[in-house]
């Protein structure tokens, strides 16, 4: 018998106008910090977002938020901590195939729409940044991390790390990453140290820091899906 049905400050916002206008969204959803947003590739109307408490999954383009997941999946190393998703990624091609990233319990996978979920994080450093999907090969995935970046080749069984890492004992974090869409072997990272670029699927990688005048700490990057030779960080 609450006194309002839903929260009276909704915590994501959808527009329709290329943000002329925005509308609150909240039906199913508690007041708290939204960490991702993904909306499936193949069917618009399926989005998910990520709270510090659970992950929400819309079918009809947010009108409505059911929760899938709240507390740490089964097997997960800190089961005592919020599910905190930093990001959500969905395999292109398969779309009931979903990546989920978590703060400090690694990463997750499901295979039928975010309904049921297994740990998938082993290799891998288990506090997750972004999660990418290699377009044309979906079993190849790479996980932006507190300690670097890492690379899957069998749809996140088993994860292992790129030439673009921390030393022992050392953080690195990478925040961000991306593929070209017209050549998924060529992958850009935002790092402490700049934008790193690498031609052989993260193999070898070289600093492109030209035009940086200030900070080279990069915390966002994006690549355009028209032309990909522009990017902005």
């Known amino acids: 018998n609450a006194f309002q049905s839903t929260v009276n400050m909704p915590p994501v916002f959808k527009t329709t106008d290329s943000a002329v206008h925005w509308q609150g969204l909240a039906e199913g959803l508690l007041s708290g910090l939204v960490g991702s947003i993904t909306v499936d590739p193949g069917n618009p109307q399926v989005v998910y977002l990520g709270m510090n408490q659970g992950l929400y999954k819309s079918t009809d383009a947010g009108a409505h938020w059911p929760a899938i997941l709240k507390g740490t999946p089964p097997g997960g190393p800190y089961p005592d901590f919020p599910l905190s998703p930093t990001w959500v990624a969905v395999d292109p091609s398969h779309s009931q195939t979903v990546y989920l990233g978590t703060q400090i319990n690694g990463i997750y996978k499901s295979t039928d729409g975010g309904a049921t979920w297994a740990p998938a994080g ?18 190849t995935l790479y996980a932006a991390t507190d300690a670097g970046l890492y690379k899957s080749t069998d749809g996140a069984g088993t994860w292992k790390p790129t030439g673009l890492m921390a030393g022992p004992n050392d953080m690195f974090l990478v925040p961000i990453v991306v593929l070209d869409p017209s050549m998924p072997t060529t992958i850009y990272s ?17 600093a492109m820091t030209n035009g940086f005048s200030e900070s080279t700490d990069i915390t966002a990057l994006v690549i355009d899906p028209v032309n ?4 902005c960080a």
């Open 190 to 206: 935002g790092t402490p140290n700049g934008v790193m670029k690498s031609l052989d699927a993260g193999a070898t990688w070289t």
């Open 228 to 231: 990909p030779q522009v990017l």
């Open 122 to 139: 082993a290799g891998a450093s288990r506090f997750i940044r972004m999660i990418a999907v290699d377009p044309t090969n979906t079993a």
